[in-house]
């Protein structure tokens, strides 16, 4: 397909490594790991310069990798943890500036606990501020699956946040 956007890498490079060492890091919870994973993607897309159609073809593409990539990180090392503040503090009235007290970091681990396929629809829909309908397409997913992935994902998070949050204020009386 002939088109006539020519990419320059570097300069993909630094509008978007923010972003995929945030996907990366937020799906692991380890940012030695995600540093080694956005360096990956980044050597993938040197490799398929010659493929990129447009900026949208190149974000999309970046976000899917990165997700694969972290996704593969985690069952080959089994690694558990993320660092993904999903917008709760509405219902639990904990102000998103204090996502580093010990409140907001109990919450924060509670993420490590979801199943990997909701955690990977949380980050790409709350940090990402992708559509369901978009994650659908990245992730190669029936769209009903991405929105009860989704919804389940939010209703294991609820319930234990509410149970974790009701022994910290226990505790912390």
Do not use: C
């Not at 204090?98 to 924060?108: F, K, T, V």
């Amino acid at each position: 397909m002939a088109h006539d956007w020519q990419p320059d890498f570097e300069q993909l490079v630094d509008e978007h490594q923010s972003m995929v060492f945030s996907l990366a890091w937020r799906m692991t919870g380890d940012r030695g790991l995600a540093e080694e994973i956005a360096q990956d993607v980044f050597m993938e897309l040197d490799r398929h310069m010659g493929k990129m159609e447009s900026p949208d073809h190149v974000r999309f593409w970046l976000r899917r990798v990165t997700v694969n990539r972290s996704t593969d990180a985690l069952r080959r090392r089994k690694v558990r943890g993320i660092d993904l503040w999903i917008e709760i503090e509405d219902q639990h009235g904990v102000p998103a500036e204090n996502r580093s007290s010990p409140l907001g970091a109990r919450l924060e681990h509670l993420l490590t606990t979801l199943p990997e396929a909701q955690r990977a629809a949380l980050v790409l829909r709350y940090q990402e501020d992708m559509l369901p309908e978009e994650i659908a397409s990245m992730l190669d997913t029936p769209l009903a699956t991405v929105k009860t992935h989704l919804q389940r994902g939010l209703k294991l998070l609820r319930a234990k946040a509410m149970n974790h949050l009701g022994e910290y204020v226990r505790a912390n009386k």
